[in-house]
């Protein structure tokens, strides 16, 4: 649903004429006490989310709002270690009540801040489902989950989510929940479409861009709420060899930009290993191998795959 015309003239200049003010989708925004000292975001942007007590954990059945209507899993806690990223003994089960599979069992996983890491394993192995918990966007059914806040998540099919009809107005879809000048949405669009390499399409038709460019402008509108963990699933499924290295160094530049921003890559293809600072290997709902990408070739030649 988009939010009514009465919010239009707050950012009507940015998104273009007759363009109707930004309103929520379903990205986790920005907390106060993670946003940097530059950023374009008033400082009292907190939700439920990034307020979830350090005292819950995996088993907790409960659920808060994460300020757009949508659940966020209240498992998710907030790190206060060197890590983005902290799994411990994570379980989960999925399927129709009475028929349910085990998907994750027992899954250990430490992500270092700051990193590109990549998971792999074959279909079926728990990676797309853990990258969901991670988000929030599911409760484990057993387990701890310590991540930085707020999340953002993209994924693989950035037809789904790139809906508005030029590049400004899509990166600033989600800024309309927050009370914020028209500089500031405008800034924050701004910065975050340089980081992906696209400030120069700021005014650009959505329609007239190849699938790696859409799937940029979908990284920008993530990182425009200003989230301290991307969680990126298979977002180079549908793009050619051109726009798949294009949207990596991307994600990659981030990383290495901020030095506070992670993010998690879920893939299959073996090549997009040389982006990476780190990966995981996983196998029958565990990670059952992690360290760096030549470390993660040697392992999984081990298994027999083409590397």
């Not at 109707?20 to 000292?37: K, V, W, Y």
């Not at 992500?111 to 279909?123: A, D, K, V, Y």
Request: charge should be positive.
């Amino acid at each position: 649903m988009r939010c009514s015309q009465s919010t239009a003239p707050r950012t009507a200049s940015l998104l273009g004429p007759g363009v109707a003010a930004p309103c929520p989708r379903h990205r986790q925004p920005a907390s106060s006490s993670a946003a940097p000292a530059t950023s374009p975001l008033p400082a009292d942007r907190t939700t439920n989310a990034s307020r979830a007590s350090s005292s819950q954990t995996a088993s907790t059945s409960g659920r808060v709002s994460n300020g757009n209507g949508a659940s966020i899993s209240s498992a998710v806690r907030r790190t206060s270690s060197p890590y983005s990223v902290l799994v411990h003994d994570l379980h989960h089960r999925l399927g129709p009540k009475g028929a349910k599979r085990p998907v994750l069992n027992g899954v250990d996983l430490q992500i270092r801040r700051g990193s590109l890491h990549m998971l792999l394993g074959p279909n079926g192995c728990g990676k797309s489902t853990l990258l969901k918990l991670l988000g929030g966007l599911m409760t484990p059914d057993s387990g701890q989950i310590d991540t930085d806040l707020p999340s953002g998540f993209v994924f693989q099919n950035p037809d789904h989510q790139v809906v508005m009809p030029t590049v400004a107005a899509d990166v600033a879809f989600g800024l309309g929940r927050y009370n914020l000048s028209e500089a500031a949405v405008s800034s924050a669009v701004r910065s975050s479409l340089r980081l992906v390499n696209m400030e120069d399409f700021m005014y650009r038709a959505t329609h007239t861009l190849s699938g790696g460019q859409r799937q940029r402008v979908a990284i920008a509108g993530a990182l425009a709420e200003d989230p301290k963990l991307l969680l990126l699933d298979e977002l180079t499924t549908f793009l050619d060899r051109e726009d798949q290295f294009g949207v990596l160094q991307a994600v990659r530049s981030i990383t290495q930009a901020s030095g506070d921003v992670t993010a998690i890559w879920v893939t299959h293809r073996f090549e997009e290993l040389q982006f990476a600072d780190a990966a995981s290997y996983m196998e029958n709902g565990r990670v059952v191998f992690t360290g760096s990408p030549e470390e993660a070739k040697t392992f999984m030649r081990k298994l027999g795959a083409p590397v």
